[in-house]
């Protein structure tokens, strides 16, 4: 897998050969300096392309009003007669269909989309109100007068620099909110707020305040947001780095903003200091000031609201994806999903859905364009899953050319006899079996019984041709293999695990209607050695065998290790009941790794299946043999240019492993029970590249832990997982997939191989231009995954995804998803540390939202003065979820936090799905003490906040990775009896690792809460219990990311001041 410099936004400069993006030659500019995408020439702010955008809103065409075929309109009514139509001669052709595009009707999009994703947030005072006129009834006028000449603060002018707002465009209907923020302060003067959501958002008083200035450190910023750094946030970089630098008086601009004093430059910047116009960004000095007043909390952009919002609007409804470019709803509301023709964004979200036409375009606004894949979601109950097409001998029916596979982007010309390819326009033949008239729309007959015409997902069979050695797969294995030192015996570790298995056994993945698993099953325990079991069924016994040349792996049996459940039952209960007392006396306390993945990659080789490793370890394999790894955690790397190296794998023997599991279909899951630093990096390397899973649990202890292990292990084993995968990221001409982050591993630019893909993996692809798109034909993907079903049948899962393109950046934003765009910094940002010092990592994700939002301002926006804050609506929340992810400990260089567990983030982050990010970077706060117990519904969360708690609340804190239950000093012994049974909270015990079960109602909402919550994350979660005030509450104020961070970081009041500075520097 390449690993390079942080590349957040595409280096275009470069030249980008390549047919088609199909071709080799665009490797990932492994060359490049840091910064590199910000290297480029200087870029000035382009006044965008005038004129209207054209409609945007085709697709595919809708549903026929007439015939029979019309059943899809009912989600899951698709008839199934997907048998191969005799070979018909192709004599009957209609007239040709000049191109796919002639056929689709132009769908204007509807006023509501539009006016929604218009509306903007503006976060000013007294700046003028947007050039065209609002429809509102709101008051503007307060917003149009010019500041009190008092203030010394000169006039605003329409922004010189700031295009007009098309005339055609029409106004928001709900006028953005417009909140004070960052205007001077205007004693006395009346404010007129207007409401966006209800009275939080008008705006709080002005007098007195003064949170104009940006904040600097020791003043503004509650304190550095880095410890030890001196500043809010790093300083620019080194002379000469070519990156994005933060203007400084007397030195040049910042590469690609050369600094234009004068125009706006700190005039209207409204410092905390009236009469000192321009004084701002002179430094420290003129920030000096009297100390701030907290602005109102509830007038800054809410995730809660913005989740509650959404719910409100598209909560219950029916999706259906037949509009190209639709934007889906978030991720935190629920809806069903009906497949018209473009995949559910259960498979597939983007960061923006209207992609921008140029390569300049791209360049100008830096979102970055990026898809978030998860082909193996799980699909609610209520959702069709996906059709299984059988195209018999032939194969799946793809392009000859890019070899794309048949899907409804596909246009069927010349009677039925031909098709234009929908990604790179070559024309083929239509194969005779699979000749089909079309009706007089240009569409086949047979539109609605074929799947992969009119659906954007949909599964073929694959021939033998897509098979490893054109030979069928066998079903997969799974082995287990169990550390038995000294640790794990005495801990209850290898008992529990022994014991599960035996009931979780008769729970493997089977195919839907199939009476038992085809999953094989095998057996390993070690520490120095290796002890492999034959638990054929014939024997009374099991044999153990062992191998103790661990340099030189090999498997001493083949018949009998790898063996059906069922079949083999009693002797695999009578070793699950051996092992714990074999190993009960052993004093062994050291442990190999890499030749268990060996072990494990033979196993499966030799039985010439693909599978998955379950490996059960608790210290740092430090006998001597392949992989023995050391200590090598350092704590002085922190904060230097080599920390990097902390999140580095060890080389070698684990890079070779990784090779050979992905090359077999090895997928390796490793679960720690580590008391000590282990060198997760290095040990979670193979999982981490064979679409596994790495859990950790620290200091385990049966009691207390021992549940919360095994509902990973049987969510694990339980999931809906494919194997041997390789998949493949197609696009149509102009655009092409350049960067991959994921569970994965690439052999080359295109391939990516995953050993196993399960339903929470997700796979993150970042797309450049190679040329310009078309607003006409708009810009497709499709996401082909070749992979072997748990009962060992070769399979292709296909996805496909149509978006809109636009010269017009306003499309752009209006249709970005923040949610997603978060989940691609997340990953760059945490790739990018492997080789970069977070520092600049850090300064390049300010720099980046900064830059995104500003581009929005300047293009987008209409004029407005340069001290209100304007962002897109679809990205008003964005801030909040960036200052999160700069909290994370990957991105935090502090020494109280573990070097492991910040490994273990970064790598876990890799493979996650949009959901999960937003739930990790945004965590769910639930107040509990006044809910209504009556109600079935989730009380509403709240801002992670302080601010928020109560002294006499409770609440229930969730990230997908914590859980906690938060109880107020002042929380009334009713409450405290009905959840704990004890009569005040003075009586609770500190680690209790579930709640009692009580008969009455709040112990039961509670419990019921909590529960629905671990059924729905891919993670098991630890209930930890704090009060107020005791110590262990620090662990839960870290989660609460509206805040100032505990180790460091901003609150997103202060980042959001620092984000606005850095947009007005960019701005001038
Ligand atoms: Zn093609």
């Not at 952009?301 to 978030?330: A, H, Y």
């Not at 066998?474 to 570790?493: Q, R, T």
């Not at 290095?682 to 292990?709: I, L, R, W």
Request: aromatic share 8%; net charge neutral; glycine share 8%.
């Amino acid at each position: 897998m390449s690993q390079q410099g942080y590349v957040a936004a595409p280096p275009y400069s470069q030249a980008q050969p390549g047919m088609g993006g199909y071709q080799g030659g665009f490797g990932p500019g492994t060359t490049q300096p840091l910064y590199g995408h910000y290297g480029g020439p200087p870029q000035a702010f382009n006044a965008p392309p005038t004129g209207m955008m054209k409609s945007t809103a085709a697709g595919l065409p809708p549903p026929p009003v007439s015939s029979h075929y019309s059943q899809n309109v009912h989600n899951g009514d698709h008839p199934q007669r997907y048998a191969a139509p005799p070979a018909a001669s192709a004599a009957y052709g209609q007239p040709p269909q000049s191109s796919y595009n002639s056929m689709i009707p132009q769908a204007p999009p509807t006023a509501q989309q539009v006016t929604n994703q218009m509306s903007a947030m503006n976060l000013g005072n007294y700046a003028p109100r947007p050039m065209h006129p609002p429809t509102s009834t709101v008051p503007q006028q307060h917003f149009q007068a010019p500041p009190p000449p008092a203030m010394g603060q000169p006039q605003m002018p329409p922004s010189p620099q700031s295009p007009q707002m098309p005339p055609q465009m029409s106004p928001p209907q709900s006028p953005p909110a417009s909140m004070p923020m960052a205007g001077p302060p205007m004693p006395g003067s009346p404010i007129a707020g207007q409401p966006m959501a209800g009275p939080p958002m008008a705006g709080p008083p002005m007098a007195g305040q003064q949170m104009a200035g940006p904040p600097m450190a020791g003043q503004q910023m509650a304190g550095p947001p880095m410890a030890g750094m001196g500043r809010p946030f790093p300083g620019p970089p080194p002379p000469g780095a070519g990156g994005f630098q933060q203007p400084a008086p007397g030195a040049a601009g910042p590469t690609g903003y050369p600094q234009q004093p004068g125009q706006f430059g700190g005039q209207h910047m409204a410092g905390p200091q009236p009469g000192m116009p321009g004084a701002f960004p002179s430094g420290p000095g003129a920030m000096a000031g009297p100390p701030q007043k907290k602005l109102d909390p509830d007038s800054i952009p809410s995730i809660t609201q913005v989740i509650e919002d959404d719910k409100v609007k598209q909560g219950g409804q029916v999706f259906t994806t037949n509009i190209r470019g639709q934007v889906p709803p978030l991720v935190t509301t629920d809806f069903t999903v009906q497949d018209q023709g473009n995949a559910s964004p259960r498979f597939i979200r983007c960061t923006t859905y209207s992609l921008p036409c140029t390569a300049d375009l791209a360049k100008q606004c830096q979102v970055p364009l990026a898809a978030i894949i998860k082909p193996f979601a799980n699909l609610p109950k209520n959702e069709t899953s996906l059709y299984v097409v059988n195209h018999g001998e032939t194969g799946p029916i793809r392009c000859n050319r890019c070899k794309a596979y048949m899907c409804p982007f596909m246009q069927f010309i010349d009677g039925g006899r031909r098709y234009q390819c929908g990604f790179c326009n070559c024309v083929n033949e239509v194969p005779v079996f699979y000749f089909q008239h079309l009706d007089h729309m240009g569409r086949r007959v047979d539109f609605y019984e074929r799947p992969e015409l009119s659906l954007g997902s949909y599964e073929c069979l694959a021939t033998l041709d897509y098979c490893k050695n054109n030979k069928a797969p066998n079903p997969p294995a799974y082995i287990f293999m169990i550390d038995v030192s000294y640790n794990n015996i005495k801990s209850g570790l290898v008992k529990l695990i022994c014991d599960e298995l035996k009931t979780l056994l008769e729970k493997l993945p089977r195919e839907e209607g199939a009476e038992s698993s085809a999953i094989k099953v095998g057996f390993v325990t070690y520490n120095k050695v290796l002890h492999f079991y034959n638990v054929k069924s014939a024997l009374a016994q099991p044999q153990m065998m062992v191998v103790s040349d661990t340099a030189e792996m090999f498997v001493p049996l083949l018949d009998g290790f790898l063996v059906n459940y069922q079949d083999s039952k009693a002797v695999i209960y009578n070793l699950l009941d051996q092992i714990p007392d074999m190993f009960a006396d052993t004093n062994e306390s050291e442990t190999v790794f890499a030749p268990v993945i060996q072990a494990g990659v033979e196993a499966l080789k030799a039985a010439e299946c693909s599978g998955k490793l379950f490996i059960f370890q608790s210290s740092m394999p430090t006998a001597e043999a392949p992989g023995k790894l050391k200590n090598r955690d350092d704590k002085k790397l922190i904060n230097t240019d080599k920390e990097k190296t902390l999140f580095q794998p060890q080389k070698g023997v684990y890079e070779q492993l990784v090779k050979d599991c992905v090359a077999s279909g090895c997928c390796v899951d490793l679960f720690l029970f580590p008391s000590q630093y282990v060198d997760l990096a290095t040990m979670a390397n193979v999982p981490c590249h064979t679409g596994g899973s790495v859990y950790k649990y620290n200091n385990f202890q049966v009691e207390t832990d021992g549940e919360h292990f095994l509902r990973d292990l049987r969510k694990d084993i339980q999931k809906n997982i494919g194997f041997d995968a390789i998949m493949r990221v197609r696009t149509s001409t102009g655009f092409r997939a350049t960067e991959f982050f994921g569970g994965i591993y690439m052999n080359n630019t295109t391939d990516i191989e995953m050993a196993a893909v399960d339903c929470d993996k997700a796979v993150t692809v970042e797309f450049k231009h190679d040329d310009a798109l078309s607003e006409e034909t708009g810009a497709m993907m499709q996401c082909a995954l070749l992979y072997t079903t748990i009962s060992g049948q070769r399979r292709l899962r296909i996805h496909n995804l149509s978006l809109n393109c636009s010269s017009q950046l306003l499309d752009l934003y209006k249709s970005c998803e923040t949610d997603s765009l978060i989940n691609f910094f997340a990953k760059s940002a945490y790739r990018a540390i492997l080789n970069q010092p977070i520092k600049n990592v850090r300064e390049i994700l300010i720099n980046q939202t900064a830059h995104m939002l500003a581009c929005y301002r300047k293009n987008c926006a209409s004029p407005s003065a340069a001290s209100q804050l304007i962002l897109p609506d679809a990205m008003k929340v964005f801030p909040v979820y960036m200052n999160s992810l700069m909290k994370t400990a990957p991105l935090v260089g502090n020494t109280e936090l573990s070097t492991d567990d910040r490994a273990h983030q970064r790598l876990s982050v890799t493979a996650m799905g949009v959901e999960d990010t937003q739930l990790l970077l945004y965590p769910r706060l639930i107040p509990l003490h006044n809910m209504d117990v009556g109600s079935e519904a989730l009380p509403a969360p709240v801002r992670c906040s302080e601010e928020r708690l109560t002294d006499a609340g409770m609440f229930l804190l969730e990230n997908g990775h914590s859980l906690f239950l938060w109880l107020g000093q002042a929380c009334s012994p009713d409450l405290i009896q009905s959840i704990f049974n004890l009569p005040s909270l003075a009586h609770l015990q500190g680690n209790m690792a579930a709640l009692p079960e009580l008969d009455n109602p709040l112990s039961k909402k509670v419990q019921s809460i909590i529960s629905g919550l671990l059924e729905k994350r891919p993670n098991s979660m630890k209930l930890q219990i704090v009060r107020q005030r005791d110590k262990p509450e620090i662990l839960f104020r870290q989660f609460l990311v509206e805040d100032k961070g505990l180790y460091a970081g901003a609150s997103y009041m202060d980042f959001l001041c620092y984000v606005h500075r850095e947009i007005r520097q960019l701005l001038t």
